[in-house]
């Protein structure tokens, strides 16, 4: 047989096996989504990112241009090149007024509300102190990891001349990664995405990649010596616990550096409401978290978790921390959420308002009056 015939043969081959493991896959109802085909997390999920983000080699993704569409139960129209959702022009800061940007997810660019907390911020502080003193710039993005929100503080934060900068993250962070941390995810360019989304169609390519995201996760698990013997550390996540550690310093000498003060809020969240029920979290919630089904008691301590490591950290530091989360515990989390019938990760009005006043009060500690 000539060598033609045999790369001909070896071909013919090849696309037989792969017929076949195609159709095999699909009839077994096989299919692994990977979220994006170009970046490897839990969130956005593929629809999401045609129809609200885009691609950036610097945030990974940012929100649209001219987008409008609706987010759960909130119709909202990011401007301007920042891609956010405050759709004030940045000039240069006016004299004479401070300005305060929020970083931060989709808790802070706000959801099931036209008036998020920034917002309601803002409306507080002109109605204490007057109009045209402070300005509040939104910066949260759905989705965002504080990985990100540094990176948006890195690339913008001069141009934005901050007085303040209001820092809340933890939910996102914790998401199980598909085979890369935020700060390990790679960026392609347009052709490679391309071509990834169109091999993404494909039966045998997603399971492929569900190998080789397995493999991944599993080489991701470490073993930190000492004690007893030797202990599991946490399995790969957006941003590991000792990671969000080390990017909040960061947050907080990049802040320092522009002339700015750091605030840190720990996160909120309404799940010991089903704990309080006997009930049990979405499936999607506990899996894409702690990969242990509906293992709410581990969803809870894994969140609380990253809220400590914002305490912690702001102890080291010396940034105020305004703690959300433990003054959420005091209350009516149903109110504060509409819980149960809520999603219980993103604020009712009563919540929200309740964000801004406490934010309020701690601007108004930090400065004195």
Same mark, same amino acid.
């Given at each position: 047989?000539?060598?033609?015939?045999?790369?001909?043969?070896?071909?013919?081959?090849?696309?037989?096996?792969?017929?076949?493991?195609?159709?095999?896959?699909?009839?077994?109802?096989?299919?692994?989504?990977?979220?994006?085909?170009?970046?490897?997390?839990?969130?956005?999920?593929?629809?999401?990112?045609?129809?609200?983000?885009?691609?950036?080699?610097?945030?990974?993704?940012?929100?649209?241009?001219?987008?409008?569409?609706?987010?759960?139960?909130? @119709?909202?129209?990011?401007?301007?090149?920042?891609?956010?959702?405050?759709?004030?022009?940045? #000039?240069?800061?006016?004299?004479?007024?401070?300005?305060?940007?929020?970083?931060?997810? +989709?808790?802070?660019?706000?959801?099931? @509300?036209?008036?998020?907390?920034?917002?309601?911020?803002?409306?507080?502080?002109?109605?204490?102190?007057?109009?045209?003193?402070?300005?509040?710039?939104? %910066?949260?993005?759905?989705?965002?990891?504080?990985?990100?929100?540094?990176?948006?503080?890195?690339?913008?934060?001069?141009?934005?001349?901050?007085?303040?900068?209001?820092?809340?993250?933890?939910?996102?962070?914790?998401?199980?990664? %598909? &085979?890369?941390?935020? !700060?390990?995810?790679?960026?392609?360019?347009?052709?490679?995405?391309?071509?990834?989304?169109?091999?993404?169609? +494909?039966?045998?390519?997603?399971?492929? +990649?569900?190998?080789?995201?397995?493999?991944?996760?599993?080489?991701? @698990?470490?073993?930190?010596?000492?004690?007893?013997?030797?202990?599991?550390?946490?399995?790969?996540?957006?941003?590991?616990? #000792?990671?969000?550690?080390?990017?909040?310093?960061?947050?907080?000498?990049? @802040?320092?550096?522009?002339? !700015?003060?750091?605030?840190?809020?720990?996160?909120?969240?309404?799940?010991?409401?089903?704990?309080?029920?006997?009930?049990?979290?979405?499936?999607?919630?506990?899996?894409?978290? #702690?990969?242990? &089904?509906?293992?709410?008691?581990?969803?809870?301590? %894994?969140?609380?978790?990253?809220?400590?490591?914002?305490?912690?950290?702001?102890?080291?530091?010396?940034?105020?921390?305004?703690?959300?989360?433990? %003054?959420?515990?005091?209350?009516?989390?149903?109110?504060?959420?509409? !819980?149960?019938?809520?999603?219980?990760?993103?604020? !009712?009005?009563?919540?929200?308002?309740?964000?801004?006043? +406490?934010?309020?009060?701690?601007?108004?500690?930090?400065?004195?009056?």
């Amino acid at each position: 047989m000539s060598r033609s015939r045999k790369v001909l043969y070896g071909i013919i081959m090849a696309l037989l096996v792969f017929a076949g493991l195609e159709g095999g896959l699909r009839l077994a109802g096989f299919r692994y989504l990977r979220v994006t085909t170009d970046m490897e997390f839990n969130y956005p999920r593929p629809g999401f990112i045609k129809a609200f983000f885009e691609i950036d080699p610097e945030l990974l993704y940012r929100i649209r241009p001219t987008v409008k569409q609706r987010y759960v139960d909130l @119709t909202w129209q990011p401007r301007f090149d920042l891609k956010i959702r405050d759709a004030r022009t940045f #000039t240069a800061k006016p004299a004479g007024t401070v300005r305060i940007i929020t970083l931060g997810d +989709s808790s802070t660019y706000g959801v099931n @509300t036209p008036r998020p907390w920034p917002r309601r911020l803002q409306e507080i502080l002109e109605r204490k102190i007057g109009p045209g003193r402070f300005q509040v710039i939104n %910066l949260g993005v759905p989705g965002y990891t504080i990985f990100q929100g540094r990176r948006v503080l890195q690339t913008r934060g001069r141009r934005l001349e901050p007085d303040v900068v209001v820092i809340g993250f933890g939910w996102n962070d914790h998401l199980l990664a %598909l &085979g890369h941390s935020d !700060a390990d995810q790679k960026v392609g360019g347009a052709t490679v995405v391309s071509l990834r989304n169109l091999l993404a169609r +494909s039966r045998a390519y997603q399971g492929l +990649s569900w190998v080789v995201a397995g493999l991944r996760g599993a080489a991701a @698990t470490r073993v930190e010596p000492g004690g007893e013997g030797d202990r599991p550390v946490e399995p790969l996540r957006r941003v590991g616990t #000792t990671a969000y550690g080390e990017e909040l310093e960061k947050l907080v000498r990049l @802040t320092r550096e522009l002339g !700015a003060e750091p605030l840190f809020f720990t996160y909120p969240i309404a799940f010991q409401v089903l704990a309080d029920e006997g009930l049990d979290p979405p499936d999607w919630v506990a899996l894409t978290h #702690t990969g242990r &089904g509906n293992s709410l008691g581990n969803l809870i301590r %894994l969140h609380g978790r990253y809220n400590d490591v914002v305490r912690a950290t702001g102890r080291k530091l010396g940034v105020p921390v305004i703690d959300l989360d433990a %003054l959420f515990a005091t209350l009516d989390r149903h109110e504060l959420f509409d !819980a149960p019938g809520g999603d219980l990760i993103h604020p !009712a009005d009563t919540g929200y308002d309740l964000m801004a006043a +406490s934010i309020y009060e701690a601007l108004a500690a930090v400065s004195g009056r």
